[in-house]
Each structure stands twice: as structure tokens, then as C-alpha cells.
């Protein structure tokens, strides 16, 4: 399996979840779109970029010299 590349926040507490990532929204055209036939397996590479206060775990993953960005549930970071 693959680890997400972290971003560090000193202020955030490390939780362990053996779980692996989840997405609930990729960012299209038209905003947010719903989706779970996105995973995480898809991409090449995976940063998770913070939890938003609005729309919690957000992340970008590149695929083919293209970033989407995506919400999620970050779980343990492994996909």
C-alpha cells in the first residue's frame, strides 16, 4: 500500500484508524460532484491537504500530469 504525503499542522492530533482513505466529492466544472467510484488506487500520487472547517478532509491527487482536488475522509492515510 501507498502512504498519502502529509502536509504537517503541529496543532492537529495524529489519530490511528486502520482504515483506508475514502472520497466522498471530486471538484468538477461545475463545483463539488458527489462520487464513490473515486479511489484512491486512481492516482499516482496522493497529498492530503488539511482538514477544512467546512468540507473536512481535503486532498489532491495527480494522475497522468493532472490534479484533482477531492474530500474524503483521511482514516489511517493508506490507499
Not at 492530533?13 to 466522498?24: A, D, Y
Not at 471530486?26 to 468540507?55: A, T
Request: hydrophobic fraction near 35%; include cysteine; glycine fraction near 8%.
Amino acid at each position: 500500500m501507498k502512504q498519502v504525503i502529509r502536509i504537517p499542522d503541529n496543532n492537529e492530533k495524529q489519530e490511528k484508524v486502520l482504515k483506508p482513505i475514502e472520497f466522498t466529492y471530486i471538484h468538477g466544472l461545475k463545483g463539488w460532484v458527489e462520487s464513490n467510484r473515486i479511489k484512491p488506487n486512481m492516482f499516482q500520487k496522493i497529498v492530503y491537504l488539511g482538514k477544512c472547517l467546512d468540507d473536512g478532509d481535503m486532498f489532491a491527487g495527480y494522475e497522468n500530469d493532472c490534479i484533482e482536488i477531492l474530500k474524503g475522509h483521511l482514516n489511517d492515510g493508506v490507499y
